[in-house]
């Protein structure tokens, strides 16, 4: 027998822990997030707490220092437990 892990239950394993999350991107910005997550709740709102808000523009990165923050979770794309972010990730060759 197999085992199964659902979506809730493994965000629900990140509680209290550190989480990047990647949202959809809106025109002419998009948006990330870095932070403690507090909680959720059956439609992916989370609660994240110590956060860290990267808005990449046309202009640059813009980095924001924030308490807490709630998510929409119709807004969340990506979510990478235990990550700190774009500054964390490591960064690949090109392929030849």
Same mark, same amino acid.
């Given at each position: =027998?197999?085992?199964?892990?659902?979506?809730?239950?493994?965000?629900?394993?990140?509680?209290?822990?550190?989480?990047?999350?990647?949202? #959809?991107?809106?025109? *002419? $910005?998009?948006?990330?997030?870095?932070?403690?997550?507090? *909680?959720?709740?059956?439609?992916?709102? =989370?609660?994240?707490?110590?956060?860290?808000?990267?808005?990449?523009?046309?202009?640059?990165? #813009?980095?924001? #220092?924030?308490? $807490?923050?709630?998510?929409?979770?119709?807004?969340?794309?990506?979510?990478?437990? *235990? $990550?700190?972010?774009?500054?964390?990730?490591?960064?690949?060759?090109?392929? #030849?």
């Amino acid at each position: =027998m197999s085992s199964h892990v659902l979506p809730l239950e493994l965000i629900d394993r990140c509680i209290g822990s550190r989480i990047w999350i990647i949202m #959809k991107a809106a025109v *002419g $910005s998009e948006r990330e997030f870095v932070g403690t997550l507090r *909680g959720f709740d059956d439609f992916g709102n =989370m609660l994240l707490d110590d956060v860290t808000e990267y808005e990449f523009t046309p202009e640059g990165k #813009k980095l924001t #220092k924030l308490d $807490s923050i709630l998510l929409n979770g119709t807004n969340i794309c990506m979510l990478v437990p *235990g $990550s700190e972010g774009p500054d964390a990730a490591p960064v690949y060759p090109p392929n #030849k």
